[in-house]
């Protein structure tokens, strides 16, 4: 007995020590939480363990975007290169700090298209990007994107990743389809290549996904062992054969195949060029550019009226749909895994929020674009093509974010001239990519959206059947009658399809009108709008409504009813008190009303409300 004794004391004290070490570190993570320091010194560590051969490569998967509008702005002098670069860098690196997931930093496409064609001057450009990230801080910081959100449904967001998805791998067929055959490095055969090899390297093998992720955990504890055990020296030669060996479990990094092909090609033709044209600025110079100019002092009024009317208006449904809503739910999409589940009551579990995004993008212009930056924003084309060459967390947009700050600061006066060397083939390759991977994402979220609202359907006439069984067996009268009369008008108004068929369907053709507006006429806004209005018509749009506003019009009415009744039970407290909750509970089975139905409803409010 005595030795049993024993044990059960050391048991005991095991289990206190273990809860004590479980709380000291709690509260050491929780101090290191509060602590911006340590907090930021953790999280640079978790970026720099992430930093893999796969992250390098999708971190260039955004280049096909960016490249060429920066070139195109900065030669017409719409944009000043090494302070937009600096910016644009600085923004990649606090957005992958913010964010474990590869959110990109992409120019504005309105407006550089307006700038493009109306040959605008840096002031304009710079008043357009400061209105509009304004108007999207505003947005965003009073929960208006909630509102366009709920207005917008997830069809038409899937026929936009689409349209969009299309326009961008059109367009890099375009400049593919402009070259020549042959007789320069620079032809239609490089790009012909660079395609088949890239649909070689990227091909999805059939395995599954559990042994997918044995192979990624092994591989990842076979790394972290590696990078324990290896010196300065194994981490250079690591880094230097980064593209020639990809770990098992991950997708070959054809991101960086892409940027060296470009780049070898690249160098070929500043070295070989007799620049007699004057195309190129060299020999190329170190430094001599500022990173960082003043660029309010020379708007005038005009330039204020032009970049408000002429660039933030066209440019705000562009950047509310495809810069926030669509990215919010392509990341949703794409990393289920890192989803929030401990997020407070009344919120989604989403991996960014669309309040988040919205301010993040409207912070990024109001702060950066006034000493030089160009108007950026974040884009769901550059996080498919990210994602589609490999990227998964933040530490790829830290790293791309780092080189273009230092490609501003040592090459800031000759960075246009190594942009412009880049073959338009590559970037075509690199943009079609991130086309084809934006449309294939917002096919997948049209097929997940509508097999979900099919488990929703199925769901609600499981609980319809059961509540009509409970209810003719007396059991949770009160409970169920609120239910109904919450969602009345909600089931039987909603024109439900019988089958999924139907319901993919309907869904297909809400994205397709969608798709094809936004292709045909270039215009997200109108995409959208197209999109909104087949809803409404064709879909379940109106009752949808309808069905909002009957719910909202029952929650208003609800309290006062309830308040109405809990005086009329507080009168009869005199007359008969109840002690216990179990009385509360008997009374109420036995009588259905009165002080009963009263105490039943607290708790039927309080989820409600």
Request: with cysteine; proline share 7%.
């Given at each position: 007995m005595s030795s049993q004794r024993d044990e059960f004391v050391d048991d005991d004290a095991n289990t206190r020590n273990e809860q004590v070490a479980s709380e000291s570190e709690q509260a050491s993570t929780s101090a290191e939480t509060k602590n911006?320091?340590?907090?930021?010194?953790?999280?640079?560590k978790t970026i720099l363990s992430q930093l893999t051969r796969s992250e390098i490569s999708g971190s260039l998967g955004d280049l096909g975007t960016l490249i060429p509008l920066l070139v195109a702005l900065a030669r017409q002098r719409s944009v000043l290169l090494a302070p937009a670069l600096f910016w644009a860098g600085i923004s990649n690196v606090i957005t992958g700090y913010k964010w474990d997931a590869p959110i990109c930093v992409q120019p504005m496409k309105s407006i550089s298209?307006?700038?493009?064609?109306?040959?605008?001057?840096?002031?304009?450009?710079?008043?357009a990007g400061i209105t509009t990230g304004v108007l999207i801080f505003v947005i965003g910081i009073t929960n208006l994107i909630e509102v366009i959100n709920v207005v917008v449904p997830p069809h038409v967001v899937s026929g936009i990743q689409i349209g969009v998805g299309l326009r961008l791998a059109s367009r890099g067929i375009q400049w593919i389809a402009a070259l020549s055959w042959a007789g320069?490095?620079?032809?239609?055969?490089?790009?012909?290549?660079?395609?088949?090899?890239?649909?070689?390297?990227?091909?999805?093998t059939p395995d599954d996904d559990q042994a997918r992720q044995r192979r990624l955990d092994r591989s990842q504890r076979r790394r972290d062992q590696e990078r324990d055990q290896s010196n300065i020296l194994g981490r250079m030669m690591d880094f230097a054969t980064c593209g020639l060996r990809p770990q098992p479990g991950q997708p070959h990094p054809v991101g960086i195949y892409l940027f060296l092909i470009g780049a070898l090609f690249a160098t070929i033709e500043l070295a070989t060029t007799d620049n007699a044209d004057g195309q190129y600025d060299l020999p190329l110079r170190l430094?001599?550019?500022?990173?960082?100019?003043?660029?309010?002092?020379?708007?005038?009024?005009?330039?204020?009226?032009?970049?408000?009317?002429?660039?933030?208006?066209?440019?705000?449904?562009?950047?509310?749909?495809?810069?926030?809503?669509?990215?919010?739910?392509?990341?949703?999409?794409?990393?289920?895994?890192?989803?929030?589940?401990?997020?407070?009551?009344?919120?989604?579990?989403?991996?960014i929020t669309r309040k988040e995004m919205s301010v993040s993008v409207g912070l990024i212009n109001i702060f950066f674009v006034p000493f030089g930056g160009m108007p950026n924003c974040h884009g769901a084309g550059g996080l498919a093509g990210q994602h589609r060459l490999g990227a998964r967390h933040g530490a790829s947009v830290v790293f791309l974010g780092t080189c273009k700050i230092l490609l501003a600061i040592f090459f800031g006066s000759s960075a246009l001239t190594l942009l412009d060397a880049v073959p338009t083939s590559v970037l075509g390759v690199m943009l079609a990519i991130a086309g084809q991977e934006l449309a294939t994402t917002g096919f997948t979220l049209l097929v997940s959206s509508v097999e979900k609202e099919y488990e929703e359907a199925t769901?609600?006439?499981a609980e319809e059947a059961a509540a009509s069984v409970d209810a003719e067996s007396g059991e949770g009268i009160s409970r169920?009658?609120?239910?109904?009369?919450?969602?009345?008008?909600?089931?039987?108004?909603?024109?439900?399809?019988?089958?999924k068929k139907l319901m993919l369907r309907r869904s297909t053709v809400i994205a397709t009108v969608t798709t094809m507006v936004t292709v045909g006429t270039g215009k997200t806004s109108y995409g959208a709008l197209s999109g909104w209005v087949t809803h409404l018509m064709y879909g379940d749009g109106l009752t949808d409504f309808f069905a909002w506003c009957e719910r909202s019009w029952r929650s208003r009415s609800r309290p006062r009813s309830r308040r109405s009744e809990s005086s009329s039970a507080d009168n009869n407290d005199d007359v008969c008190e109840v002690p216990s909750s179990n009385a509360c509970a008997g009374t109420l089975v036995a009588t259905g009303s009165g002080s009963g139905s009263s105490c039943g409803s607290v708790d039927g409010g309080t989820g409600a409300q």
């Open positions: 911006p320091i340590k907090k930021f010194c953790r999280r640079t298209a307006v700038a493009l064609s109306e040959l605008w001057t840096a002031e304009k450009v710079t008043a320069t490095w620079d032809c239609i055969t490089l790009a012909i290549v660079c395609s088949a090899l890239c649909l070689y390297w990227l091909r999805e430094f001599g550019a500022p990173v960082a100019v003043w660029a309010l002092g020379t708007i005038q009024p005009e330039d204020w009226r032009v970049g408000f009317f002429d660039g933030a208006i066209p440019q705000i449904p562009l950047t509310t749909l495809n810069s926030v809503i669509s990215v919010c739910a392509l990341a949703h999409c794409l990393y289920p895994e890192k989803r929030n589940p401990n997020r407070p009551a009344g919120k989604n579990d989403a991996v769901c609600m006439a169920q009658q609120e239910e109904r009369e919450e969602g009345w008008l909600a089931r039987n108004t909603r024109r439900r399809p019988t089958s």
